[in-house]
């Protein structure tokens, strides 16, 4: 079992800059991929970007990929996601995600942290 806990959202103007923290529990952390997905008000959740179990392949979303990185460290059990370039459609809570295999989909995480809020204006 893995417990997830995100932090470093904040309000940013656009063209700033913010790093997402997702700090996992449990000594099979580096077993997993991992993933990032937003949610705006009113919109569904939404895959930004994943993670393989040792970091070797990543992919993003067309509307994040050169702006922003994910990166995991296992020794300390963390992923992250650097957002630069940032955009008032960007606003959004984030969430971290835990899964077998690196995925866009959603339903193929089985665990989640609770979000953090990144607000961006313009």
């Known amino acids: 079992q893995v417990q997830l806990v995100e932090s470093g959202g904040g309000l940013v103007q656009a063209g700033g800059s913010l790093r997402l923290s997702c700090a996992a529990s449990?000594?099979?952390?580096?077993?997993?991929?991992m993933g990032w997905f937003r949610q705006a008000p009113g919109k569904g959740r939404e895959f930004v970007a994943t993670?393989?179990?040792?970091?070797?392949?990543?992919d993003y979303a067309d509307s994040v990929r050169g702006r922003f990185t994910i990166s995991r460290d296992n020794s300390e059990n963390a992923v992250y996601l650097q957002m630069n370039s940032l955009k008032p459609e960007d606003t959004a809570v984030y969430y971290c995600?835990?899964?077998?295999?690196?995925?866009?989909?959603?339903?193929?995480?089985?665990?989640w942290g609770q979000g953090t809020q990144v607000a961006v204006s313009s």
């Open positions: 449990g000594r099979t952390f580096s077993r997993y991929a």
């Open positions: 995600a835990a899964g077998p295999l690196s995925s866009r989909w959603s339903d193929r995480y089985g665990y």
């Open positions: 993670i393989s179990w040792n970091g070797g392949s990543t």
